[in-house]
């Protein structure tokens, strides 16, 4: 059974860094067969693509709001994905989750069809507040 298991979230003041972590199981990263993503859900909002990754990290995306400042990676050796958040910003404050979906699925890039992933992890709240 595919999971994934997100860590790293907490309270950070603004300009601070946060490092998120994906840990995967039930499949692995170690090939093309799956991309993966982080996405943000802020109260009172809807869910957001961050930025995405595929192809052992040749091809990313990211929203122009976190450009410059998140970085997706992915440690196929230790199947795990991770978000490095840098200069965080209140309106940064959301629950992040980790996501997969088969490659096969996706359009271009690495995001896929209608931001439809096939597997969630269940979320890590970052709070960026002073």
């Known amino acids: 059974q595919l999971q994934l298991v997100e860590s790293g979230g907490g309270l950070v003041p603004p300009g601070g860094s946060l490092t998120l972590s994906c840990a995967a199981s039930g499949f692995t990263f170690d090939s093309d067969n799956y991309a993966s993503g982080w996405s943000r859900q802020a109260p009172g909002k809807e869910r957001e693509g961050v930025a995405c990754i595929r192809t052992s990290g040749r091809i990313t995306n990211y929203k122009d709001a976190v450009k410059g400042r998140f970085t997706i990676s992915r440690d196929n050796a230790r199947n795990t994905v991770y978000l490095q958040m840098n200069n965080l910003r209140p309106d940064d404050t959301a629950v992040y989750y980790c996501?997969?979906?088969?490659?096969?699925?996706?359009?271009?890039?690495?995001?896929?069809?209608?931001?439809?992933?096939?597997?969630w992890g269940k979320g890590t709240l970052v709070t960026v507040s002073s």
């Open positions: 996501a997969a979906v088969a490659t096969t699925k996706v359009a271009g890039g690495c995001y896929p069809r209608g931001g439809l992933y096939d597997y």
